[in-house]
């Protein structure tokens, strides 16, 4: 079977989440969960599943349950094959952290400054069609208040 799966990003310090998150760990990811729920319901035996991750890197409900599924499988698989088994769940975990980080500190970057994102300044710089020039005025305004 075909798993479709729609990934949304939450931030548990929003001011409509904050005081529910305080309360209850990952329940600003499972509300995300549930309003994609909502969002797609399912229709003729196919659905599209919700899976949410906090800003702060909580997994949902759904995402840990289905990143177990996975990991699951592929030990299986490995087992089948003859393979020596590998730490599948821990090695996606570790992943989704990494991209959450790059994908924070690329929203941080693009927010204080107009250069490119650090994926483009290389492509820039071999094509020369740009250079990476000086911090500009308001990258310095925005620096020197921080």
Not at 63 to 80: F, I, V
Not at 116 to 122: E, F, G, K, N, T
């Amino acid at each position: 079977p075909i798993a479709r799966l729609d990934f949304t990003l939450v931030s548990p310090w929003a001011s409509r989440n904050c005081e529910v998150a305080r309360r209850c760990p990952a329940v600003t990811a499972a509300k995300a969960e549930d309003d994609k729920d909502k969002k797609y319901p399912a229709r003729g035996g196919a659905a599209i599943l919700g899976v949410a991750m906090e800003a702060g890197g909580r997994h949902g409900p759904r995402l840990a349950a289905h990143l177990r599924l996975l990991a699951s499988l592929a030990r299986r698989r490995d087992n089948l094959a003859g393979r020596e088994a590998r730490r599948h769940l821990l090695q996606w975990r570790v992943r989704l952290a990494v991209l959450l980080g790059r994908f924070t500190a690329h929203t941080l970057s693009s927010a204080f400054c107009e250069m490119p994102p650090l994926c483009c300044r290389a492509r820039i710089s071999e094509t020369g069609a740009r250079r990476v020039g000086r911090p500009t005025a308001r990258m310095r305004a925005t620096a020197g208040g921080l």
